[in-house]
C-alpha cells in the first residue's frame, strides 16, 4: 500500500510499536501520543520496525502506521522516510539509540527520551558494544540534539538528561497516563500470590522475582509467583527456577491478552517490579488499578514517581531489601490493603488526556508556536509548589482518607510527596539554584494548549 502523499504534521519514529513482540509501556506511551494529536486534526505518521504481528502498512485510531525494516534495519530506513515525506515535526524516540533525524531534516525535532540506558547497554551487548552504544546515548546525541526539545516521563529522566548536558529548560516532563482497567470479576488468590509483569529480557531482573519465592517458600508454604510476558531471556528465567528448586512454584504465561493480563493482576497480593532502569514503570499503575501494591528498587529512577514509597508501594535498595518488604506485606494484611487501595486512587489520577495537552504544547513551540508561559520557583528553602500545588500527578489519597497506609502526619505525607513529584526542582552539583521554568512544560496538566490545526 503506498504511502499517502499529502503533507504529515508529525512524524513519530519508534524502534517498536505496541504491537512488536518486545513491545511495551514505552510503545503504547508513543501510540498514545500520536493518537492524540491525530484527534487534534494533525497527519500523523508512526515509523517503526516491521514484524511478522501487523502489516507493513495500516492505518489505527487515526494514525498511519508505517513498518519497514528489522532491529537495527529500521534507523536507515526512518532517515530515508524522513528525507522523502518532510514532516512539520519529527519525533525521535531514543531508546537508547537516537534515529538522527537531525541530520536529514531542516524541520523540528523533538526527542521523547523514556529513560537513560547507563546500566543496560554492557547487560545487554557487552563490555565492548555496550559502551559504544553509551557513548552515543550520553555524547553524541546530547550534541546532536542540542537545538531540540526533549520529552520525559518522569523527573528522574529529566535529571539524568541534564547530567548528559541537555539543559533542563528545553525538557518536558509529561507523565504516562492510565487506561481503565476492563472490569475482571475474579476473587484476589486465597493463598499468597506475586506477579511480575513485562519483556522477558536481562535488565528486567526476573531472576530476582524468582529469588525472592525461594527464599521465602519456607514461611510461606502455597506462595506462587506468576510471569506475565515474553522474551529471550525466557529459557534463562526456566533455568533459573529449577535451580532453585521453585519451578512448581512459578506460573510462566507467557504473552496474554489485555483481559487475561488484568485477571492475573487483580489475582495477586503484590507486584514486583526488580527493573535495573524504569522511565516510569506503567506495569506499576496497571497493578495499581488492581489495588496491588507494588514492591522495586529505589535505583530504577522513575519508580521513585510511580510509587509513593510507603504510601502505595515500598522502594527498596537491594535484593535483601526486596526480599524482606514482600515477606512484610505478605504477613500484614492491613498495611497490604491500605497500600493497594492508595495504590488505586494514584493510578486513577493519571490521565492520557492532560498528558496530550501538554505534548501538543511541546510539538507547538518546537514548531515556532508560543504555548508557554514562563514563572519563576524560588527552590533555594525548599520546594514552593507552582499554580497553586498541582504536579500532575495525586499522592493516593482523597478527602477520605484516614492516613493508615504510611506512618506519620498527613502534612509530612504531603511534603515527602511534594519533594519526590514536584518536576520544576533542579538541583545541580553541591547546591540548590534559582530556576525559570515553563510552567505547562513542567506540568503536565496545566491548561491545554492551542495546537495549530493542519493545514487544508
Given amino acids: 500500500m503506498p504511502i499517502r502523499s499529502a503533507p504529515i504534521d508529525v ?39 516491521a514484524h ?30 524522513v528525507l522523502r515525506s518532510r514532516p512539520r515535526v519529527v519525533v525521535d524516540v531514543q531508546n537508547g539509540l537516537p534515529f538522527f533525524s ?37 555524547v553524541l546525541a546530547p550534541r546532536l540534539y542540542r537545538r531540540s526539545r526533549y520529552v520525559t516521563v518522569s523527573g528522574a529522566t529529566a535529571e539524568e538528561l541534564a547530567s548528559l548536558g541537555v539543559d533542563p ?33 536481562p535488565h528486567k531482573q526476573v531472576e530476582h522475582a524468582l529469588e525472592v519465592v525461594a527464599r521465602l517458600r519456607g514461611r510461606w508454604p502455597g506462595l506462587r509467583l506468576s510471569v506475565v510476558g515474553e522474551g529471550w531471556w525466557e529459557e534463562r528465567l526456566r ?123 511541546v510539538l507547538d513551540t518546537a514548531a515556532g508556536g508560543s504555548a508557554a508561559g514562563a514563572v519563576v520557583q524560588d527552590v533555594d528553602g525548599g520546594v514552593v509548589p507552582l499554580r497553586g500545588g498541582a504536579v500532575g500527578v495525586g499522592d493516593g489519597g482523597d478527602a477520605g482518607d484516614d492516613g493508615d497506609a504510611e506512618p506519620g502526619t498527613d502534612e509530612q505525607g504531603d511534603q515527602r510527596t511534594r519533594e519526590r513529584l514536584h518536576p520544576g526542582t533542579r538541583f545541580r552539583r553541591g547546591g540548590r539554584r534559582r530556576v525559570t521554568v515553563d510552567a505547562p512544560a513542567m506540568i503536565h496538566n496545566a491548561a491545554p494548549p492551542t495546537m495549530p490545526s493542519a493545514p487544508a
Fill in 11 to 49: 512524524l513519530f519514529l519508534s524502534w517498536r510499536d505496541a504491537s512488536h513482540p518486545e513491545g511495551g509501556g514505552s510503545e503504547r506511551y508513543v501510540h498514545r501520543m500520536a493518537e492524540g494529536m491525530a484527534a487534534r486534526g494533525l497527519r500523523v505518521v508512526l515509523f517503526c520496525a
Fill in 52 to 81: 511478522d504481528r501487523a502489516p507493513a502498512d495500516e492505518v489505527l485510531r487515526g494514525v498511519r502506521i508505517v513498518r519497514r525494516g528489522g532491529r537495527l534495519g529500521v534507523y536507515p530506513r526512518a532517515m530515508l522516510h
Fill in 102 to 138: 537531525r541530520l536529514v531534516t531542516r524541520g523540528a525535532v523533538v526527542v521523547l527520551v523514556h529513560h537513560v540506558h547507563r546500566e543496560q547497554w554492557p547487560i545487554v551487548f557487552g563490555p565492548r558494544a555496550g559502551a559504544l552504544g553509551w557513548w552515543i546515548e550520553s
Fill in 169 to 201: 529548560a528545553r525538557t518536558t516532563i509529561v507523565p504516562n497516563g492510565l487506561d481503565a482497567p476492563p472490569a475482571v470479576d475474579v476473587p484476589r488468590s486465597a493463598a499468597p500470590r506475586l506477579v511480575v509483569l513485562g519483556r522477558l529480557v
Fill in 239 to 361: 533455568e533459573e527456577a529449577d535451580r532453585l528448586g521453585i519451578t512448581g512454584r512459578v506460573d510462566f504465561h507467557g504473552y496474554v491478552g489485555e483481559r487475561e493480563k488484568h485477571e492475573l493482576l487483580a489475582r495477586s497480593w503484590v507486584h514486583l517490579c526488580p527493573s535495573v532502569k524504569e522511565g516510569w514503570g506503567l506495569v506499576v499503575s496497571e497493578a495499581g488499578g488492581h489495588e496491588v501494591p507494588t514492591v522495586g528498587y529505589r535505583s530504577a529512577g522513575g519508580l521513585r514517581e510511580s510509587v509513593l514509597d510507603g504510601r502505595t508501594g515500598i522502594l527498596v535498595e537491594d535484593l535483601d531489601g526486596l526480599t524482606e518488604a514482600v515477606d512484610g506485606l505478605l504477613h500484614d494484611d492491613a498495611a497490604r490493603t491500605a497500600m493497594g487501595r492508595a495504590a488505586a486512587r494514584y493510578a486513577a489520577s493519571l490521565t492520557w488526556p492532560a498528558g496530550v495537552a501538554t505534548f501538543a504544547a
